[in-house]
């Protein structure tokens, strides 16, 4: 069973900057890549960003690149998503899950996913 918390989302103004975190079992930190995704009200869930098991890359969606950066901190079995430059419409529940990809597209395979984290940043 995939064990994933989420916590340090809030309440920001456009401009400001907040940082997730996502502490996931040892054994699902080692042997997946790491992703972000996020559901705004009357959307569906998206993806966000993900961080490769094997390698350490990194991928985004073309709304945060150059504004959110995934990192991973092994020690603690946890991955983080720093968000910068934040924007009203970055407002939404945001879930890490492990990942997988098909072609360009990241996914859950698993399915499951936690409680989220809300982010709301006011205009």
């Known amino acids: 069973q995939v064990q994933l918390v989420e916590s340090g989302g809030g309440l920001v103004q456009a401009g400001g900057s907040l940082r997730l975190s996502c502490a996931a079992s040892?054994?699902?930190?080692?042997?997946?890549?790491m992703g972000w995704f996020r559901q705004a009200p009357g959307k569906e869930r998206e993806f966000v960003a993900a961080?490769?098991?094997?390698?350490?890359?990194?991928y985004y969606a073309d709304s945060v690149k150059d504004r959110f950066t995934i990192s991973k901190e092994s020690a603690k079995n946890t991955v983080y998503l720093q968000m910068n430059s934040l924007k009203p419409e970055d407002t939404a529940v945001y879930y890490c899950?492990?990942?997988?990809?098909?072609?360009?597209?990241?996914?859950?395979?698993?399915?499951?996913w936690g409680q989220g984290t809300q982010v709301t940043v006011s205009s």
């Open positions: 961080s490769a098991w094997n390698n350490g890359s990194t």
């Open positions: 899950a492990a990942v997988s990809k098909i072609g360009s597209d990241w996914y859950n395979p698993f399915g499951s």
């Open positions: 040892g054994r699902i930190f080692i042997n997946y890549s």
